[in-house]
């Protein structure tokens, strides 16, 4: 496995950073003016104070000056970012005025199906039950149909992990890494400058959403992220006629792909609408087990880690060797996982010693 990274694609990172660092402040004072605002009116959310949102625009800023300047626009790319700019737009309206759900649903399928028009589509995929044959292939409408369905729920799933200060944005740049690891392997120049500047946006907004969080992306930026991993998906590992082509888009979108469908079988179960929000995220759970957002968001970093480098060594080792280091880096990850919540535990219940201490000597 032979990555060289050219002068480019750092320079690519670079420009889309530095844009959106600098521009980040100017986000949250427009947000600030234009009522913007994050304010804490449930249990879902892990603030308290009311956090202007919007932090997308920045992060959306970064990325397409970079994107315009130096990569050439060429048709599917026209396309992407046509349906970028719609969710967006759609995105920034949500965070001022908190659109209906069933509305975003439906301008998401638009964007999606824009873009696919331009040719971004999935056309084939290897089966992973090769006893019927190497590969699928899908016929017109079916492919489109499936693009679309794909795009969509990669852009909300995104969206459903943005709960936790830095977590949406870091688990992206990982996610946005491994893809651009696997652009250079496949010697895909475009994908892997595509991937560079989202990489880029992601690392300029994350010192301003770590915890403690002074502006949030809100639904501008989680889902202008989600589209922009979906489709880099489609133009990238998709394509491949190996096995891995099937498995790497799972693995490197793998935590909000199975967040996602975590709570689409959950709100079933309980006989909820798909859409609705709920506190039963990962993430939460995590939060409701003991953990800190700290320590919380770096588990799942850690996870998105493992699933994208494994996804990597798939790209240039062959699957085998991929599945091998999951395999060997998984009991490590919930090792050490175990390790800080008995930790937590036991610092919490000697801190519960010591007020029932301090009560008695009152």
């Not at 709960?163 to 696997?182: C, E, H, K, P, T």
């Not at 490197?252 to 469908?261: E, R, S």
């Not at 050490?336 to 010693?353: G, I, P, Q, Y």
Request: charged share 15%.
């Amino acid at each position: 496995m032979q990555i060289n990274i050219d002068n480019s694609i750092l320079f690519i990172l670079a420009v889309s950073f530095l844009m959106t660092f600098m521009s980040t402040p100017i986000a949250k004072m427009i947000a600030a003016k234009i009522g913007a605002i994050d304010i804490p009116k449930d249990g879902r959310r892990m603030h308290k104070d009311p956090i202007p949102r919007m932090g997308g625009l920045a992060m959306f800023y970064g990325f397409i000056i970079s994107v315009i300047v130096f990569i050439p626009l060429e048709r599917q790319l026209i396309g992407m970012l046509l349906g970028a700019v719609i969710v967006v737009t759609l995105g920034i309206f949500d965070d001022c005025k908190s659109l209906d759900a069933k509305f975003k649903f439906i301008i998401q399928i638009i964007a999606a199906a824009i873009t696919v028009s331009f040719g971004l589509s999935i056309k084939f995929f290897t089966n992973p039950f090769p006893i019927f044959g190497e590969i699928i292939e899908i016929s017109s409408p079916y492919t489109e149909i499936i693009s679309v369905i794909w795009i969509v729920g990669i852009t909300n799933a995104v969206n459903f992990i943005d709960g936790l200060d830095g977590l949406a944005a870091g688990v992206s740049s990982i996610a946005s890494l491994s893809i651009l690891f696997i652009a250079l392997i496949m010697n895909n120049m475009e994908l892997a400058m595509l991937s560079a500047a989202l990489v880029g946006c992601c690392v300029g907004f994350l010192p301003f959403n770590t915890n403690p969080a002074k502006i949030f992306m809100g639904d501008t930026g989680a889902t202008f992220l989600g589209f922009m991993l979906a489709t880099m998906s489609i133009q990238g590992a998709f394509k491949g006629y190996a096995l891995i082509s099937f498995v790497i888009p799972f693995l490197v979108l793998g935590l909000p792909i199975f967040d996602t469908a975590f709570a689409i079988i959950r709100r079933i179960i309980h006989h909820q609408p798909i859409m609705t929000a709920d506190r039963g995220h990962l993430h939460h759970r995590l939060i409701d087990m003991g953990f800190n957002q700290k320590q919380t968001v770096s588990i799942l970093y850690s996870a998105t880690s493992i699933l994208g480098l494994s996804a990597v060594v798939m790209a240039g080792r062959g699957p085998v060797k991929g599945l091998i280091l999951l395999a060997s880096v998984i009991p490590v990850l919930i090792t050490s996982v175990c390790f800080t919540l008995e930790r937590n535990h036991k610092k919490e219940d000697a801190n519960n010693e010591e007020s029932k201490g301090e009560d008695n000597n009152e």
